[in-house]
């Protein structure tokens, strides 16, 4: 599917209500609902489709609510990802097991492959009328005389530059984006801490609950995914990272999964990974300035923080759905609007990720920000109920 996808009569079409530039969880979702609402789309992805990424996969109960409102669970599911039913705390030597109530459609928590989740969304755009480029990349942005973004420069797979006209330019172009690049848009809140994080995934283990580890200065993660495996993470602190597991991330990984979770290192021991290891870094969190005049940000591009809660896919599908129905509204007070709803249901969960990145808690605190994590995912998954079952006309940028 690399190349052009289309749902218009031809490819060289010019003008767009909307392009948007990064075709994973964050634009595949805004493209798709943008396209719902009758705008024309352009999503464009340098990648090709289904790549892989770095990621820990988890949706939390927003993230799942998001894929049943919109009509894409049964997806994951028919795509074999399996149902998590229930998550285990242990802290050390005491384990909390917590069942995934029924509520609202969800009966329970999914983990799918980025291969799986970001193709499935960017197939739904598709579906929904959208224009699909893989193998492009923006390499400009076009401005009026008043300094308004018109329009994107994709150089397509080849080499060839085409100028687009939009009403809207998205940047859904990740934690790097080049669109942050080229409008120039200032950060305004960053953490304080960071962890690093290696990953693998392993066959055979139990698929119906994830697991989460805790012991002081170190966690770990057993999260069922698709084809029977499981994404076992490790995370440090992220000066340890740097000092001990990036020069040799095989001893490092397997000598922080024995550290934190030895029943678990036991269960892996004789068993080969399906794929080679990965690893991360670490990026303190932050949140960016989000709009401007004739542009806009979603996913990590705008609003990024630490992988250790696991909460990023489902701040992605969260924020698409609200700077889709901004862009709907069509005006620039809704956009400013959008990035303060999104401010509002994150400060909570970016603070408390700070914190728990920090690794200086003992149990008795980690518990306590686990249950004000809980607490303040259960709002969040109230304000997406609360939103208005209607979505108004769109008039951002109608192409003529």
Not at 40 to 59: F, I, N, P, Q
Not at 110 to 137: E, K, M, N, Q
Not at 342 to 360: G, P, Y
Request: proline share 4%; with cysteine; net charge neutral.
């Amino acid at each position: 599917m690399d190349g052009l996808t289309k749902n218009t009569s031809s490819r060289t079409s010019q003008r767009y209500d909307v392009v948007v530039v990064g075709a994973r969880c964050a634009g595949a979702a805004t493209a798709m609902l943008l396209a719902r609402q009758g705008l024309s789309v352009l999503l464009v992805e340098r990648d090709r489709h289904g790549a892989d990424t770095l990621s820990t996969l988890a949706l939390m109960r927003a993230g799942v609510l998001e894929l049943y409102r919109w009509g894409l669970v049964d997806r994951l599911r028919a795509a074999g990802t399996p149902p998590i039913t229930s998550t285990s705390f242990i802290y050390g030597a005491e384990t909390i097991t917590v069942p995934i109530k029924s509520r609202n459609g969800v009966d329970a928590l999914f983990a799918p492959r980025r291969t799986l989740i970001d193709a499935l969304l960017a197939d739904a755009a598709l579906d929904s009328g959208a224009d699909v480029v893989y193998g492009a990349r923006l390499v400009d942005l076009e401005r009026a005389s008043v300094g308004r973004v018109i329009g994107a420069m994709i150089e397509e797979r080849g080499g060839g530059v085409r100028r687009v006209g939009a009403g809207i330019v998205i940047g859904a172009d990740g934690l790097w984006s080049t669109v942050v690049r080229l409008v120039g848009t200032a950060t305004y809140r960053e953490g304080r801490h960071a962890c690093g994080v290696v990953y693998t995934f392993w066959p055979g283990l139990e698929n119906a609950r994830s697991r989460w580890y805790y012991r002081p200065g170190v966690a770990v993660g057993a999260i069922p995914t698709n084809g029977g495996d499981a994404c076992v993470f490790v995370a440090t602190p992220q000066a340890r990272f740097h000092a001990e597991i990036r020069t040799d991330m095989e001893a490092g990984y397997r000598r922080v999964l024995t550290e934190c979770a030895p029943d678990l290192a036991a269960e892996v021991a004789e068993k080969t990974p399906s794929e080679r290891l990965r690893g991360f870094p670490g990026q303190p969190g932050l949140m960016r300035q989000s709009h401007g005049p004739g542009w806009a940000l979603v996913g990590d591009a705008g609003y990024f923080k630490d992988p250790i809660t696991a909460h990023g896919i489902s701040d992605a599908l969260r924020d698409a759905e609200l700077l889709a129905r901004a862009v709907g509204r069509g005006s620039d007070g809704a956009l400013a609007e959008y990035q303060s709803t999104r401010d509002e249901l994150s400060r909570e969960l970016f603070e408390i990720t700070d914190e728990i990145a920090r690794f200086e808690w003992d149990f008795d605190r980690l518990k306590v920000l686990h249950q004000h994590l809980s607490k303040t995912m259960n709002r969040e998954v109230e304000a997406l109920l609360g939103l208005d079952a209607e979505v108004g006309p769109p008039t951002a940028g109608r192409a003529s």
